[in-house]
């Protein structure tokens, strides 16, 4: 099965570091991306290849993937980091979100 | 820089025929593939399917019967038509680029803005 899934939501205060999950069947054997989208924008690439950041991404950001289990980081998170969050992978020749999680910086 | 723009009808009525165009510009077709993503209000991202620029294309199984993506290279674009349209396939669309391949990142890095789709009578 290629089902992703995630958490609705997460919540972290200021400055401390928010963990989002992304579990599916033997995830450590594809590569992950992350997508972060904020309100009324098209979602970005945050992490690609499981742990790769894109240019102009932030160091906060980093991710790992492991077993049945990917996780993004997001170390000192800031109130801009407020957004959606979406897992990602290509298996068998189709493509699969998860459900998204909603980052809450309070 | 690359850059994708969708356009088409913002209104489709029930039964009818979907259909989107993603204009790319500062890069070719003629390489990776082009996609088509979708977002209902208030939910999450449904991938549609992606073609490559040999022609070659992957659909969502759950959309498949529904669908044709194809390319225009002459005009360095590629399209959506998604047929027998009901209420549920209201939605933002989104064409993006997926960059696959050996020297790739297997993700979505270019995105358009969304064209929203409405389905009503």
């Known amino acids: 099965s290629n089902e992703l899934t995630q958490p609705p939501s997460v919540s972290v205060s200021p400055g401390q570091t928010a963990s989002i999950s992304c579990s599916g069947d033997?995830?450590?054997?594809?590569?992950i991306s992350w997508y972060q989208q904020k309100p009324g924008q098209s979602p970005v690439v945050v992490i690609y290849?499981?742990?790769k950041r894109p240019s102009g991404i932030p160091e906060r950001f980093s991710g790992s993937n492991s077993g049945n289990t990917a996780t993004l980081t997001i170390s000192g998170t800031q109130t801009m980091d407020e957004a959606d969050y979406y897992c990602q992978l290509w298996g068998s020749s189709t493509v699969v979100f998860g459900g998204g999680t909603k980052l809450t910086v309070l | 820089q690359v850059q994708l723009q969708e356009s088409g009808p913002g209104l489709v009525k029930p039964s009818e025929t979907l259909s989107l165009t993603c204009t790319v510009s500062?890069?070719?077709?003629?390489?990776?593939?082009w996609s088509w993503i979708r977002q209902p209000p208030g939910k999450g991202l449904e991938w549609i399917g992606s073609i490559y620029y040999s022609g070659s294309t992957n659909y969502n199984p759950s959309l498949k019967s529904r669908l044709t993506i194809s390319l225009d290279t002459a005009n360095n674009r590629f399209s959506l038509r998604q047929s027998s349209v009901t209420a549920a396939d209201t939605a933002v669309y989104y064409c993006?680029?997926?960059?696959?391949?050996?020297?790739?990142?297997?993700?979505?890095?270019?995105w358009g803005l969304g064209t929203m789709v409405t389905v009503s009578s």
């Open positions: 033997q995830l450590g054997d594809k590569y």
């Open positions: 290849q499981d742990k």
């Open positions: 500062g890069a070719s077709i003629n390489f990776y593939y």
């Open positions: 993006a680029r997926l960059n696959r391949g050996v020297a790739g990142t297997d993700a979505f890095d270019v």
